[in-house]
C-alpha cells in the first residue's frame, strides 16, 4: 500500500501521483535506465535520455503487441508494464525475483489502473549452462518482453545464445521482444563471441523473423517449431527509422561526392549503405566486407578499424543519428576525429559526416594564468556552436550588454557573450576589431567576468570617430562636436577596464605584436584595404584548430565582397560552423595558411572574373535565399567597379 502517512505536508494534501513519483525517484541508482514519471494524465514521462526508447518501445507495442498477452521478465518499476497496458496488450504479467519490487509494481500499476499478474520468480535460469524455467508459470503468453536481461543470461548461460533462446521460448507461442546491450561497460569485456549478428542467427532458427530497431532492441516473432503454433506477422517497420534512413541518405549525398567510399556505423542495416553514386561500408566490418555482428571492444579498436579502412580507400565517416552514442562512448575515438578528419555535415537529428583527411586538432587541455578550461574536440565543438546554446530560453546574459548602442543584433550579443563566457580558453586575447562604442566589447568582457577571468586579454580596435552622414543614426539629439566617440567607449566599458586595452586610431597602422589570438572578432573592414591588412597582419596570429573568427559583415547587402571572397579563396583552411541568420558568420580556423596564400587572398591579386566565381560559390554555400541574397548585393559591387573605392572615406576620419 502508498504510505498514508506522508500523505500530508505544510503545503497541503500530497497527490498520489506525487507518491509514486516520490517513491519512483527512491529506486537504486542502478536501475537508472528505468527511472520515469507519473504524468497528471496518468501517462509515463521519461527523461530525454530514455525519450527515443520509449517511442520505439510505445510503436512496437501498439503495433505488435495490441490484444496480445505479454510476460515481462525481470521487471524493475512497472515502466514497461504501464507501457503495455496503456498501449492496449490484452494481458501483462511481469515477474520479478524481489519480493518488494514485486510489492512496488503491482502498488504502481494499481494506482496507474493498469493492473498487472505480479509473478514472484526469477521465472529464468541456467545450471551448467542448461536452461531451466520456473514450473510453477503454469501459462504461456504470446510475447515475452526482456530487457536488460541480455548480457546477464548470455554469463549465465556459458556463453550460449541458443541455450538463451531456447529458455526464452519456453514461455511464449509467437515471440519475443529483446533489448541487445553491447556490454562495452563490463569488466572484463565481453568476447567477440558476444555479438548482435551471432544472437540474431540464434534467434533465425526458432523464429521465421528477426529485426533490429537501432543497436539495441530485437524482435523475433514467427512460427515455432511446433505443431499447431500460428504464424504471427512480421511488425511493422519504425516509420521514425525509417524516415531517419531516408534523411541519412539525403544528407550524406549532400556533402560526399559521387565514387568516393563511405564508412557508416551501420549497425548492420543495409539499406543505410545504399547512398546512390557512393559506396557505403560497414563500420566495423568483417574480412569479407560484412557487418562484423559488435561493436569495438573500445576507442583503440575503433581507431584500429578505422586507420585500416582508411588506408584500403575509405574516404568519409558518416555516423547516423541512432549512433551518436559512438561519440560519448568511444571518447578516445572521437578525440582522434577531431585531428584527423572533419566535419563536413553535422545535424542533430539526422547524422555527423566526417571526411577523413589530416589535420592539427585541439589540444585536450589549455590552461593561463587565471582560467582553466577543456577545450572540446573540434566536432564536439562545431556541434555544439552549431546547436547556438545561446538561444536558449535558460541561457542568461547580463541587461547590461543590451545598453550599449551599436549594429549587433540580440542575438549576436548573446553569442558574443557565450563564447568568452564558455568557449574562451585564455591562450590567446581577443581581438575586438571595429569596438565603436563598445557594443561588442562589453559582451567579451562581461561573458569573460562571469568566468572569472582576469587582466588585459581584449585588445579594441577603432578610429573612435563616427562620419557626419552617418551621426544621426546613432546621436539622433546631437552628435559629439568633434565627432570623436573614444569618450563614449570609455564610459560604456567603464567597469571592465582592467580586460581592455584600445587601439584608438586607423588599424593600418597597427599590428597583432606577436601576441596569438584566440577570437578574431572582424566588424572594421569596410575597404579592402582594411581586410588585406586583417589577413597579412592578424591571421598568421591565429591558433590551428583553437581560433575562431567572428565576420560581423558577412551576412549583410553591400558590406563588401572582400569578406566572402578571400574565406572562399582560403575555405581549405577553415570551417563555416554557424551563423546569426544576419550579419555574423563564426568561422573555426582549422590548419595555419601559408603567407603565399594569404597574400593571394589579398583583393587586388584577384582577378575579376576569380573574384565573381569565389562569389558564386560563397553564395550556394549558404542555406538560405535571404543569406544569399545578401551576397548577391556585395557581387554587384564588384560588377559596378565599387569595390575599389568603397569605404575609403574612413581612413580620412
Not at 524481489?98 to 541456467?126: K, Q, Y
Not at 586575447?429 to 565603436?436: E, K, N, P, R
Not at 593571394?600 to 566565381?613: H, I, S, T, V, Y
Not at 575609403?648 to 576620419?653: F, K
Request: proline share 6%.
Amino acid at each position: 500500500m502508498i504510505e498514508t502517512a506522508t500523505t500530508a505536508r505544510a503545503q497541503g494534501p500530497v497527490s498520489p501521483v506525487e507518491l509514486l513519483n516520490e517513491r519512483l525517484r527512491q529506486l537504486p541508482d542502478s536501475d537508472w535506465r528505468h527511472r520515469f514519471e507519473i504524468g497528471t494524465d496518468g501517462r509515463v514521462v521519461t527523461p530525454d535520455s530514455y525519450g527515443y526508447r520509449r517511442k520505439v518501445l510505445e510503436a512496437v507495442f501498439a503495433s505488435l503487441l495490441r490484444d496480445r498477452s505479454v510476460l515481462v521478465l525481470d521487471e524493475v518499476s512497472g515502466l514497461h508494464s504501464t507501457l503495455l497496458a496503456q498501449a492496449a496488450a490484452r494481458k501483462v504479467s511481469a515477474s520479478s525475483g524481489d519480493p518488494d519490487r514485486c510489492a512496488f509494481i503491482s502498488e504502481v500499476t494499481r494506482a496507474l489502473g493498469v493492473a498487472t499478474d505480479v509473478v514472484n520468480s526469477e521465472m529464468l535460469a541456467f545450471e551448467n549452462g542448461e536452461p531451466y524455467v520456473d514450473l510453477e508459470l503454469n501459462e504461456r503468453h504470446d510475447f515475452l518482453l526482456a530487457l536488460g536481461k541480455t548480457w546477464p543470461l548470455f554469463n549465465a548461460s556459458a556463453g550460449s545464445f541458443d541455450a538463451i533462446v531456447e529458455a526464452c521460448t519456453s514461455f511464449v507461442t509467437d515471440g519475443l521482444v529483446l533489448d541487445w546491450d553491447s556490454a562495452a561497460w563490463a569488466s572484463p569485456p565481453p568476447p567477440g563471441t558476444y555479438n548482435i549478428a551471432a544472437f540474431a542467427r540464434a534467434l533465425g532458427q526458432k523464429f521465421e523473423f528477426v529485426t533490429c530497431y537501432g543497436d539495441w532492441l530485437i524482435v523475433a516473432v514467427g512460427k515455432l517449431p511446433r505443431d499447431g503454433d500460428a504464424v504471427a506477422e512480421p511488425p511493422p517497420q519504425d516509420p521514425s527509422y525509417r524516415d531517419l534512413v531516408a534523411r541519412f541518405r539525403d544528407g550524406v549525398a549532400s556533402v560526399v561526392p559521387a565514387h568516393v567510399i563511405v564508412l557508416v556505423t551501420s549497425e548492420g542495416d543495409p539499406e543505410l549503405l545504399d547512398l546512390g553514386a557512393r559506396t557505403g561500408w560497414h563500420f566495423p566490418q568483417g574480412e569479407a566486407g560484412e557487418y562484423a555482428g559488435h561493436h569495438p571492444r573500445d576507442a583503440d579498436a575503433a581507431i584500429a578499424e578505422l586507420e585500416s579502412l582508411r588506408r584500403r580507400g575509405a574516404e568519409f565517416l558518416a555516423i547516423p543519428q541512432a549512433s551518436f552514442w559512438w561519440l560519448d562512448h568511444y571518447g578516445g575515438f572521437h578525440e582522434h576525429l577531431a585531428k584527423t578528419a572533419r566535419v563536413v555535415l553535422h545535424d542533430d537529428e539526422t547524422c555527423v559526416v566526417f571526411a577523413l583527411e589530416s589535420a592539427p586538432a585541439a589540444s585536450d587541455e589549455v590552461e593561463s594564468d587565471n582560467v582553466e578550461i577543456e577545450l572540446k574536440p573540434r566536432a564536439a565543438r562545431v556541434a555544439h556552436l552549431r546547436a547556438k546554446p545561446w538561444n536558449a530560453p535558460d541561457f542568461s546574459v547580463p541587461d547590461e550588454i543590451f545598453n550599449v548602442p551599436g549594429m549587433l543584433s540580440t542575438q549576436e550579443k548573446r553569442m558574443l557573450y557565450h563564447l568568452a563566457s564558455s568557449e574562451y580558453t585564455g591562450e590567446g586575447v581577443i581581438a575586438d576589431m571595429g569596438s565603436f562604442l563598445g557594443g561588442s566589447t562589453i559582451c567579451f568582457a562581461a561573458g569573460l567576468r562571469a568566468r572569472g577571468v582576469t587582466g588585459i586579454k581584449i585588445h579594441a580596435y577603432d578610429v573612435f570617430k563616427v562620419s557626419g552622414d552617418r551621426a544621426w543614426e546613432f546621436f539622433p539629439d546631437g552628435a559629439p562636436p568633434d565627432l570623436r566617440t573614444r569618450s563614449l567607449f570609455d564610459a560604456n566599458v567603464a567597469d571592465y577596464r582592467d580586460l581592455i586595452t584600445v587601439h584608438d586610431g586607423d588599424v593600418l597602422d597597427f599590428t597583432p605584436e606577436g601576441a596569438s589570438i584566440e577570437f578574431l572578432f572582424v566588424d572594421i573592414a569596410k575597404s579592402y584595404r582594411v581586410f588585406d591588412h586583417i589577413l597579412l597582419n592578424y591571421f598568421p596570429s591565429l591558433m590551428p584548430a583553437k581560433s575562431i573568427i567572428i565576420m560581423q559583415d558577412y551576412l549583410w547587402g553591400a558590406t563588401g565582397p572582400w569578406h566572402h571572397v578571400a574565406m572562399e579563396r582560403l575555405r581549405d583552411y577553415w570551417e563555416y560552423v554557424v551563423d546569426t541568420d544576419v550579419n555574423s558568420v563564426v568561422f573555426l580556423l582549422r590548419d595555419e595558411i601559408p603567407r603565399d596564400e594569404l597574400h593571394q587572398a589579398c583583393w587586388m591579386n584577384l582577378g575579376r572574373e576569380e573574384k565573381l566565381e569565389l562569389m558564386d560559390q560563397a553564395i550556394q554555400r549558404l542555406d538560405t535565399e535571404p543569406k544569399r541574397a545578401f551576397l548577391r548585393q556585395n557581387r554587384e559591387m564588384i560588377l559596378d567597379g565599387r569595390d575599389r573605392t568603397w569605404g575609403m572615406q574612413y581612413h580620412d576620419l
